[in-house]
């Protein structure tokens, strides 16, 4: 008998946003796998560092940051192939993932790697998106409204012509790309409908006008955008 695989969503950084269930298979497993960015400390394990069970195996995945893909891709090659010793041995393992583990989660990548041939469940987790939403008190959709979700990275005439097209907007991924952000929002005379959200729901949690934000900054931030009148009114 080989062991599951569980993807567990772990929220957007505050502990006790962690589901029951999520919390309960992070203790009760003796497996646990989690991604590190270029040798630096694992986030998703600092979030769920209390529920961890003493000489849990633990499987860290170091993935570095590069523009290129294949550094990335080799680095969940190795620890799905860790993974995957772990599971023949017949242990179950939980891999810990930030927010959503299918909504911008390190762990899709591991999943297409592993579910072919293992059983695997996913445990969603709330995302960073309806934890900056809840942070800003600002509600993103109501009735037909659409809500457009955009990482940073694209291309500045990319963002233009979609955030123009769109009712509500959520910027994800900001990091380098803020000037960038900025600029095409205020290109569209938009500005004063976004708001910039850093760090949401840990104790260092930044909630501001986007014309009042700093000029860089962290991965972990986004920005709020939304048209016309409230329409939950």
Known sequence: MTGT?????????APDLIT???ARLIAGVAV????????????ARAIAADLIPAGATEIVMDVPMSLERAPAQAAYDAGAARIAASLDAGHDVVCLCEGDPFFYGSF??????????YRVEVVPGVTSLTACAASAGMPLVARNERLTVLP????EDELRA??????????MKLGRHMAKIRAVIAGLGL???ATYVARATLPDQV???????????????MILLTKGADPWL
Not at 207 to 221: G, I, K, N, Q, R
Request: glycine share 12%; net charge positive.
């Open 207 to 221: 909630v501001l006008p986007l014309a009042d934000a700093p000029e860089t900054a962290p991965y972990f931030s």
């Open 20 to 22: 029951l269930r999520a």
């Open 5 to 13: 695989l569980y993807g567990v969503g772990l929220g957007p950084g």
């Open 191 to 193: 500005t004063q409908h």
């Open 152 to 155: 940073g990275p694209l291309p």
């Open 108 to 117: 899709m990548y591991l999943f297409a790697r592993l579910s072919t041939r």
């Open 162 to 171: 979609r955030i123009a097209g769109a009712e509500s907007v959520v910027i």
């Open 32 to 43: 646990v796998a989690y991604p590190t960015l270029a040798g630096g400390q694992s986030f």
